[in-house]
């Protein structure tokens, strides 16, 4: 037998199957392993989601992974980067036939902030593992709050330029809008157990309306 051939037939079969796997972790898209992410959140709650069962749950290898993801905490903030920020991407269509640039402000900020009260991993989050967003409201804005406040800082230049808001400091004016957006969002659920939702929308609607009237 021709051990030298044999060799670099075994080390070609392995660097090929090495190949293939590599091939095979590319070919899952990131929304395969996020989508298996949220499954085990809503199921179990953010502490107790492993990369083991995200991988799973996703029926790939856990290398699969942990060649897109270094650990736990950069799955979920993928994950939640995601899910808000396509929750707040459609909420921005409420807005598509708004007379002018504060109306439609303020129906994209009503309708963000009840999408993401009923949405099932904000309301898993808060009730499960609440500690978790208190970071986000006393420490930093995570990727989602910047991303709301560019779409906000992009509406009131507009309204500024259409008459339809009162002109100020664009980086303070959605700054604030935001703090006023996230303040309902985190808490509508409580708010609600003695007041209607309904009219509470309402009022923030209205409050917000007020404060960028000219």
Same mark, same amino acid.
């Given at each position: 037998?021709?051990?030298?051939?044999?060799?670099?037939?075994?080390?070609?079969?392995?660097?090929?199957?090495?190949?293939?796997?590599?091939?095979?972790?590319? =070919?899952?898209?990131?929304?395969?392993?996020?989508?298996?992410? =949220?499954?085990?959140?809503?199921?179990?709650?953010?502490?107790?989601?492993?990369?083991?069962?995200?991988?799973?749950?996703?029926?790939?290898? =856990?290398?699969?992974?942990?060649? =897109?993801?270094?650990?736990?905490?950069?799955?979920?903030?993928?994950?939640?980067?995601?899910?808000?920020?396509?929750?707040?991407?459609?909420?921005?269509?409420?807005?598509?036939?708004?007379?002018?640039?504060?109306?439609?402000?303020?129906?994209?900020?009503?309708?963000?902030?009840?999408?993401?009260?009923?949405?099932?991993?904000?309301?898993?989050?808060?009730?499960?593992?609440?500690?978790?967003?208190?970071?986000?409201?006393v420490e930093r804005l995570g990727a989602t709050q910047k991303f709301?406040?560019?779409?906000?800082?992009?509406?009131?230049?507009?309204?500024?330029?259409?008459?339809?808001?009162?002109?100020?400091?664009?980086?303070?004016?959605?700054?604030?809008?935001?703090?006023?957006?996230?303040?309902?969002?985190?808490?509508?659920?409580?708010?609600?157990?003695?007041?209607?939702?309904?009219?509470?929308?309402?009022?923030?609607?209205?409050?917000?309306?007020?404060?960028?009237?000219?």
């Amino acid at each position: 037998m021709d051990v030298k051939r044999h060799t670099t037939e075994t080390a070609g079969s392995s660097a090929l199957a090495d190949t293939r796997n590599r091939q095979t972790a590319t =070919r899952v898209a990131d929304d395969v392993l996020l989508d298996a992410a =949220r499954s085990c959140v809503l199921a179990v709650g953010v502490r107790r989601t492993t990369l083991a069962e995200i991988a799973r749950t996703a029926r790939v290898s =856990r290398m699969t992974v942990y060649r =897109r993801f270094p650990d736990v905490r950069s799955v979920l903030a993928a994950l939640m980067t995601r899910e808000f920020s396509g929750l707040l991407r459609t909420a921005s269509e409420r807005g598509a036939e708004a007379a002018n640039s504060r109306e439609r402000l303020v129906l994209i900020a009503t309708a963000g902030v009840r999408a993401l009260a009923a949405d099932p991993l904000f309301r898993t989050l808060l009730d499960v593992d609440p500690e978790l967003v208190l970071p986000y409201i006393v420490e930093r804005l995570g990727a989602t709050q910047k991303f709301a406040e560019q779409a906000m800082h992009q509406l009131l230049e507009a309204g500024h330029q259409d008459g339809s808001i009162r002109r100020a400091p664009v980086a303070a004016q959605s700054r604030s809008v935001l703090l006023v957006v996230q303040s309902f969002a985190f808490s509508l659920r409580p708010a609600t157990a003695d007041v209607g939702e309904a009219a509470l929308l309402a009022e923030f609607t209205h409050v917000l309306d007020a404060a960028l009237k000219p």
